[in-house]
């Protein structure tokens, strides 16, 4: 499993926006792609769905920006990661469903479902009728982000004045 660069700068940048050392003055995208040497229009698109779902406030205007809009307490990681990971298939036997209520049963809330092989044929190993190894596949990935969700922002900010030091140099 691994999550992609898209969910890695998520977290990133709600990290800087918890440790910011002057909370009241709000930060910017460009500061945050210059601390972590990443791409400002790829987190150009991250920050703006981040502010769709409730966990940054952009403030418009001659001294606009951006913060939290929950207390790091709040966020929390499993929650986050479900939310912005765009794909779970770790193999082919699994499908992100279309729609909330398309979840398996033993997903305890992962955004994905095996796949009925009664109902789709298309699936390309000629074992996946009969397959267990998607089982142990699925069984992974939902003790992956049980994990997750056992944590917040606030769990991973706890070394707060450190991080600051790495994120805010002059």
Avoid: W
Wanted: charged share 20%.
């Amino acid at each position: 499993m691994r999550l992609t660069n898209y969910s890695d700068y998520a977290l990133r940048s709600l990290i800087y926006l918890a440790v910011k050392p002057e909370p009241s003055i709000l930060a910017n995208i460009s500061d945050i792609a210059h601390s972590y040497g990443i791409s400002k229009s790829h987190l150009t698109k991250i920050i703006h769905q981040l502010g769709q779902l409730g966990y940054i406030e952009s403030v418009r205007g001659k001294n606009g920006g951006i913060r939290l809009a929950r207390a790091p307490k709040d966020i929390n990681l499993g929650v986050l990661i479900k939310q912005i990971e765009p794909d779970f298939d770790l193999v082919e036997c699994f499908a992100t469903p279309v729609n909330s209520g398309d979840r398996h049963p033993r997903s305890t809330g992962l955004p994905i479902t095996l796949i009925d092989e009664e109902v789709d044929k298309s699936i390309g190993c000629v074992i996946s009728p009969v397959c267990q190894l998607k089982g142990v596949f699925f069984e992974a990935l939902t003790a992956f982000v049980n994990v997750l969700e056992r944590y917040t922002l606030a769990d991973v900010i706890t070394n707060e004045d450190e991080l600051a030091t790495f994120l805010f140099r002059s």
